[in-house]
């Protein structure tokens, strides 16, 4: 086997004997633990897809897995039957050796949140903000740039994200995290910044473009994000004038209609974004604008039913609720009755985090509904229903409003 056939058997071989690493990086750091991610990332992508075979040029890592796993550097260009016992060999004593340390470290499984952390986000979950603050005069010791307040920073960003309390993130937590955070953290990192009181939308951007999705499908939905906080930006300046909107909506149009596949499982996502804009285009210009893409709201809910299905039977609460909301979108978008409620039903039955709340709300509000109102002489009767939902949003969020 050449250099990258054998790279995927040792990760393979990892993966049989249950050795943890849940994407590329997780896996490169087994390895090395001082260099860049960044520096990696598109080559552990390459050397890692499936077909591709060749040289790893970059010799320190070729090293690292050798002294890892008790490799000879000749066993990278040996037979495969040598290769194969060498790498089997080396990883059955790789695991012994995590196992060893574990033993030998039993602090590492045990450092996480104390007593009192525990405590700190049970009282988080219920109380009003500023008697969050005032506790946090209690265990300033937590709130520090530090390795070991990492999982209580963290699990208090959770919480608080839910809630939807950006400013005290924006505040309170982000001058305390280090700079590795993984996907999912950094995204949440990206909409605080497009949810503060102030939106910092470049700053979103220029994060959601940084990261390296782990699939085409997070790949896809990384970019829907990015192009969408590109949209909110421009879309909220009070210099926008109507011929300026016209021709934004044809480039986010093609923007979206560029990325957007509609047999890809999280296709609804784009699908709903360009159906926005098609319908923005349809109510503001009346049809004068010249969609050279050719998909119609009916053919893109058409197109994106699997994929709406898929993410709806999800056993993340997210996804479900992603998808639901779309559903629903769609209907509205399409002149459908009823949605109010359909709405009412989904709330009572998935119950959303505020969080998620907010970001349909400022999808149907400021970026649909006020851009309407502001760039027509009529406003269209249709919009009532969004109006309409908008209010069940906001009796949700009063009715889960901390006193």
Known sequence: MQHKFLLRFIKEEMQKQKIDFKNNEAFFRLFVADEPWENYRSNMSNWLSIGKDGVIHKHSFITAINEKLGLSSDIWGASEQKQKEAVIGGVKQFKKTLEQKEALFPWVDEVGLS?????????SKEARVEE?????EHLKESFVKRSHTQAFLIALLEVMYERGEYGFVYEQLFPHLLDTYDNSIRAKKAHIYASLPEPMYREAFDILNS????SKAETIDLQTSAISNIRRERFSSANLTKQELQGLLQTFIKCYAKIYTPKEPQSYYVGINLAYMLHLADTVFANTIAIEEGYTIEQIYSDVQQSLRKAKASKE?????YASMSEIEFQLL????????????????????????????RQMGLFFIHIVERFTDEVPQKLDVFKDLLEV??????SRKIP
Request: net charge negative.
């Open 317 to 321: 609460p997210e996804e479900q609720y």
């Open 115 to 123: 007593e009192e952390q525990e405590r700190f986000l049970a009282f």
């Open 334 to 361: 399409l002149g459908r009755q009823g949605m109010v409620q359909e709405l009412e039903y989904m709330l009572e039955t998935l119950n959303p985090s505020q969080n998620l709340i907010d970001q349909t709300s």
């Open 393 to 398: 949003f906001d009796a949700y969020t009063r």
């Open 132 to 136: 969050i603050e005032q506790k946090m």
């Open 211 to 214: 990261i390296k999705g782990e």
